[in-house]
């Protein structure tokens, strides 16, 4: 199975910040790969979608990219709402995987 | 009102069943590829199942091979995971969630658009 690697596993930040995250993948998966949020006690949301591409009603401060085995999710400017735990999810095969998750902590 | 709701869950002995099911309005199942996601208490998501649109295929993450089955009722507007054998390990809210699927040219790309409240599933003596 694809393993994905995503880092760091936790981040503090504060409101105003740029915020980027990770993902790498174990072999090339070009550009499957989305990105979710989820809050404590509730169902992850889905964020970006083939990597790149904003899923609809999502803020435009968040942004994805990479291909191959790379990819980055951006956040451009944290609010508070933004706090959160973030998965990236690898959709190459029909054994998808998640990375680790983030934790994005308030600093 | 777009709405999935996951139901089933429940305290087990390790070595026994338990069916989850997952009822969605019409326009949130019909012609969709559904998947179950589970997530341990304190832990990461886990992809553990998807099926097609018409049930032709499914797919399934290694360590439920052969205990668990996935299935659908497309006229009932519901999906099912039938567990057998559960293990302690298996313990975790199970999230039903559509995949609305994107595809451009030659590629086709998940998206997991509406999701449950999950249903906490516990094994243990």
């Known amino acids: 199975a694809i393993q994905m690697t995503q880092s760091p596993s936790s981040l503090s930040a504060s409101v105003g910040d740029r915020v980027t995250i990770t993902c790498r993948a174990s072999?090339?998966?070009?550009?499957?790969l989305g990105w979710y949020q989820q809050k404590p006690g509730k169902a992850p949301k889905l964020l970006i979608y083939?990597?790149?591409n904003l899923h609809s009603g999502v803020p435009s401060r968040f942004s994805g990219s990479g291909s191959g085995t790379d990819f980055t999710l951006t956040i451009s400017s944290l609010q508070p709402e933004d706090f959160a735990t973030y998965y990236c999810?690898?959709?190459?095969?029909?054994?998808?995987?998640f990375g680790g998750g983030t934790k994005v902590e308030i600093k | 009102e777009v709405q999935v709701v996951e139901s089933g869950g429940g305290l087990v002995q390790p070595g026994g069943s338990l069916r989850l099911s997952c009822a969605a309005s019409?326009?949130?199942?019909?012609?969709?590829?559904m998947n179950w996601v589970r997530q341990p208490p304190g832990k990461g998501l886990e992809w553990v199942a998807t099926i097609r649109a018409d049930g032709s295929e499914t797919y399934y993450v290694d360590s439920v091979k052969g205990r668990f089955t996935v299935s659908r009722d497309n006229a009932k507007n519901s999906l099912y995971l039938q567990m057998n054998s559960l293990r302690a390990e298996d313990t975790a809210v199970y999230y039903c969630?559509?995949?609305?699927?994107?595809?451009?040219?030659?590629?086709?790309?998940?998206?997991?658009?509406?999701w449950g409240q999950g249903t906490l599933v516990s094994v243990s003596s």
């Open positions: 083939a990597a790149s």
């Open positions: 999810l690898q959709d190459y095969n029909y054994q998808l995987t």
């Open positions: 019409e326009l949130t199942f019909s012609g969709y590829w």
């Open positions: 969630a559509r995949d609305r699927g994107y595809c451009t040219g030659e590629s086709c790309y998940c998206l997991m658009d509406y």
């Open positions: 072999q090339d998966i070009r550009n499957d």
